[in-house]
């Protein structure tokens, strides 16, 4: 089984920036979609943003782009999101998430493996 554990989470002020990671392990990524989730208090899951792991072909919720950078490290076995002019409505826990292939790639339901989450808070 593949396991995914996320690191990078914390708390900034407006305007600033974090780098959240997330360590792969279990297997061979080729084939796979990598994605970062987010969860709000009171909100559903929302997509942020997802890579091909082999391509590295990207993809972005309106809401992040320009601000959010998705990014792997296939020697690493590392997906990473660089996150600057972070905002409060930025403010929610982060997930990992993984998938072979890209359909329905902006529903969480469709989603094989999922690490734990890591909080992100932005004080306003």
């Known amino acids: 089984q593949v396991q995914l554990v996320e690191s990078g989470g914390g708390l900034v002020q407006t305007g600033g920036s974090l780098r959240l990671a997330c360590a792969a392990s279990?297997?061979?990524?080729?084939?796979?979609?990598m994605t970062w989730f987010r969860q709000a208090p009171g909100k559903e899951r929302e997509f942020v943003s997802a890579?091909?792991?082999?391509?590295?072909?990207?993809n972005y919720a309106d809401s992040v782009k320009g601000r959010f950078t998705i990014s792997r490290d296939s020697a690493k076995s590392t997906l990473y999101l660089q996150m600057n002019s972070l905002q409060p409505e930025d403010t929610a826990v982060y997930y990992c998430?993984?998938?072979?292939?890209?359909?329905?790639?902006?529903?969480?339901?469709?989603?094989?493996?999922w690490g734990q989450g890591t909080q992100v808070t932005v004080s306003s």
């Open positions: 279990g297997r061979t990524f080729s084939g796979y979609v």
């Open positions: 890579i091909s792991w082999r391509g590295g072909i990207t």
């Open positions: 998430a993984a998938k072979v292939g890209g359909l329905g790639l902006l529903r969480p339901s469709t989603y094989e493996y």
